[in-house]
């Protein structure tokens, strides 16, 4: 069965450069969200996108902005990085047959700022 | 605003013995209640969900778990352990009554299964 897509899996950035993440969804899921996992620590939920519209809003920081496109997949764009947004960063889906049911979540894309 | 505490942050057990991962939450309203687990550089995996009705909830890989309103509890157990149960386990709630379907987890157990 498909599950939920991110890409890329790895990536390096430096202090102060940009990164975009992606996410796609399982088909027909057309609710989206990001989740922030620090090192050793529990996954933070970030935001979160229904329908291609922002749902909710967690403790995503300024310098941080997500969409969520016409084919449902999202773009997580993180600019001015910092050591400390080295993190894994989850996207999960959902249905609205599954709302506050059942969230699926892909790989993680791991990013690491040196 | 809910919470969720998970009492242990490791637990060792040798193989074949049973388990009881602990976790609390905190809220003035009715939650849905899961237990996620995510191996090695891996995503998280739904093992099971507790939305109403009977409070004991069987998930995958021979989990299961017990909703306990009176004490805010829902402690995942396994009766006998496998090394390939190793693993980060991490409780989680949503609140089905604000519409945000948006997940707070625990801060995580990490189960150690020795042989």
């Known amino acids: 069965a498909a599950g939920v897509i991110q890409s890329p899996r790895h990536l390096i950035k430096e202090k102060r450069e940009t990164a975009t993440l992606k996410c796609y969804p399982i088909?027909?899921?057309?609710?989206v969200y990001w989740y922030q996992q620090g090192p050793g620590q529990d996954p933070q939920f970030l935001i979160s996108f229904y329908e291609k519209m922002q749902s909710d809003k967690g403790s995503i920081p300024d310098r941080f902005s997500a969409q969520q496109f016409s084919d449902y997949h999202s773009e997580l764009n993180m600019s001015s990085l910092e050591l400390g947004d080295s993190a894994l960063y989850f996207c999960a889906s959902s249905t609205p047959d599954s709302m506050n049911t059942e969230a699926f979540f892909g790989q993680g894309t791991r990013l690491t700022v040196v | 605003a809910q919470s969720v505490t998970q009492l242990d942050s490791q637990v060792p057990v040798f193989e074949e013995a049973p388990v009881e991962l602990r976790c609390n939450y905190s809220s003035s309203v009715s939650v849905y209640l899961f237990w996620y687990v995510q191996y090695p550089n891996q995503g998280l995996q739904l093992l099971l969900k507790?939305?109403?009705?009977?409070?004991l909830v069987k998930g995958i890989n021979g989990f299961e778990a017990e909703f306990n309103k009176s004490q805010t509890s829902f402690h995942l157990r396994k009766p006998s352990v496998h090394i390939s149960d190793t693993a980060e386990y991490f409780c989680?709630?949503?609140?089905?009554?604000?519409?945000?379907?948006?997940?707070?987890f625990g801060s995580g157990t990490r189960l150690q299964v020795q042989p």
């Open positions: 989680a709630v949503s609140r089905p009554d604000t519409g945000r379907r948006a997940l707070t």
């Open positions: 507790y939305l109403s009705g009977s409070t």
């Open positions: 088909p027909r899921h057309d609710t």
